[in-house]
T-cell receptor
């Protein structure tokens, strides 16, 4: 499978614990995005990278959230001191900047439940 | 603030009929639009896209129409099938920039 891969797919954690999600983008895609989605809502942009550079961060990305893409390939999203409000699906997506449009392909998401 | 929104939260159609899902956007600077299909528990799946220099684009059983005058986007699905049942989102992008702005979504239900 050559699509966007995310893991773990599901994570249940206690409030106050740290969690980390990993995303492997489509091979050769230089852009990688993180979104958050809650039930009944559309995905909300969190941040994106072009290669290893983090180019934009949403105000939704509080200081408890950190995303990295150290080698310009896979990325991690860490949430520290989780809160119940962090419960959501975290979506990763990737694209190839330039060319026709900027088609962004999504992974299947990582579900986080904070109890 | 500027946002992408959908006219109808739910749409129910009979199998075999055509479906039309609408979307309004407010950012005149947006130049690229995408429709996604999202099934329960899965990530959004790319359906079709259109650039702002086009009015219409067709894919397999789907057509996207863009009316820049009234900032309106629609997705037409021909001969709707039960497998088309899902939530459909439109999203906009500016200047081939990074982020997509999504609307709330329309849930399409196909009755056999």
């Amino acid at each position: 499978d050559t699509g966007v891969s995310q893991n773990p797919r599901h994570k249940i954690t206690k409030r106050g614990q740290n969690v980390t999600f990993r995303c492997d983008p489509i091979s050769e895609h230089n852009r990688l995005y993180w979104y958050r989605q809650t039930l009944g809502q559309g995905p909300e942009f969190l941040t994106y990278f072009q290669n290893e550079a983090q180019l934009e961060k949403s105000r939704l990305l509080s200081d408890r959230f950190s995303a990295e893409r150290p080698k310009g390939s896979f990325s991690t999203l860490e949430i520290q001191r989780t809160e119940q409000g962090d419960s959501a699906m975290y979506l990763c997506a990737s694209s190839l900047a330039g060319g026709r449009g900027n088609t962004i392909y999504f992974g299947e998401g990582s579900w986080l439940t904070v109890v | 603030g500027e946002s992408v929104g959908l006219h109808l939260p739910t749409l129910s159609v009979q199998e075999g009929d055509n479906s039309i899902i609408n979307c309004a956007y407010s950012n005149s600077a947006s130049d690229y639009f995408i429709w996604y299909k999202q099934e329960s528990g899965k990530g959004p799946q790319f359906i079709i896209d259109i650039r702002s220099n086009m009015d219409k684009r067709q894919g397999q059983r789907v057509t996207v129409l863009l009316n820049k005058t009234v900032k309106h986007l629609s997705l037409q699905i021909a001969a709707t099938q039960p497998g088309d049942s899902a939530v459909y989102f439109c999203a906009e992008n500016m200047n081939q920039g990074g982020k997509l702005i999504f609307g709330q979504g329309t849930e399409l239900s196909v009755k056999p």
